[in-house]
């Protein structure tokens, strides 16, 4: 039997178009991802609220991060979806109840790129990423989106941008939500958590062979969407 066609013998439906949209924090990765899902009508996850989330509940409930049956039985029963917003951050339903301020925190950012390094917690949390591919398509905003979560994926894009750019942009956001931050804690505190993400052994940050990088230093979030834009259409042959 063909390899291409189900066991019934009708060909499988071709899965929901994905941009893969991956870089360290503060690139702007989530305010373009979610421009980017509005302007295309398409979903969006922002799977770092989904290891902000995991910590949050571990801490609520008092699990030990040693406790990985415990972690993966929080991570396995998430109910999670998202809401993309223009001119702020996602807003992330945990069983219907907006909690995106609660987890935007540095602290729990540290928390869940603690929690980010363990591999069941990451297995458990792989299938939920990729049943948020629903068709007519989804902006997928992360680490390792385009390298392990979703390796087939229409277009890969790496965002980047200077250690300062990104510290900044992070401090503005959180003074924006009225957290008080200091900017020089701030920028060792992303630089911590960044080597983290590129250091550990199980879906390290880095670019899929295959990603497009921007370095988004200079640019205001329209152009970076308007180059993601321009290259999904090169892609689809437009
Ligand atoms: O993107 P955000 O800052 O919300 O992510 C929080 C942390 O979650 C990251 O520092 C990283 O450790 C982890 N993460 C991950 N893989 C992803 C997304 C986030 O390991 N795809």
């Not at 989904?50 to 415990?70: E, K, M, N, S």
């Not at 702020?88 to 995106?100: E, N």
């Not at 902006?139 to 277009?155: S, Y």
Request: proline residues 5%.
């Amino acid at each position: 039997m063909a390899k291409s066609r189900s066991s019934s013998g009708s060909r499988r439906a071709r899965p929901a178009a994905v941009i893969t949209l991956d870089g360290p924090s503060g690139a702007g990765k989530g305010s373009v991802g979610q421009r980017l899902a509005i302007q295309l009508g398409w979903h969006f996850l922002d799977s770092g609220a989904l290891y902000r989330v995991t910590a949050l509940a571990a801490r609520q409930a008092g699990c030990d991060f040693g406790d990985i049956t415990g972690l993966v039985g929080l991570a396995s029963g998430l109910n999670v979806r998202f809401e993309p917003q223009v001119g702020s951050d996602a807003c992330v339903l945990l069983d219907d109840r907006d909690i995106g301020d609660v987890i935007r925190t540095e602290e729990i950012g540290r928390l869940a790129s603690e929690v980010a390094v363990l591999p069941p917690v990451r297995q458990a949390l792989l299938k939920k990423q990729q049943t948020l591919r629903q068709p007519p398509g989804l902006v997928a905003d992360g680490r390792d989106m385009g390298t392990v979560v979703f390796p087939d994926a229409e277009l890969k894009v790496f965002l980047s941008a200077s250690p300062a750019a990104r510290a900044e942009r992070r401090y503005n956001q959180l003074k924006d939500k009225g957290l008080d931050v200091n900017l020089a804690r701030l920028a060792e505190e992303i630089r911590v958590r960044d080597a983290r993400d590129e250091e550990r052994e199980v879906s390290p940050l880095k670019p899929a062979d295959d990603a497009y990088i921007i370095d988004s230093s200079h640019l205001s979030i329209a152009q970076v969407v308007e180059r993601v834009l321009s290259l999904l259409r090169k892609r689809q042959g437009r």
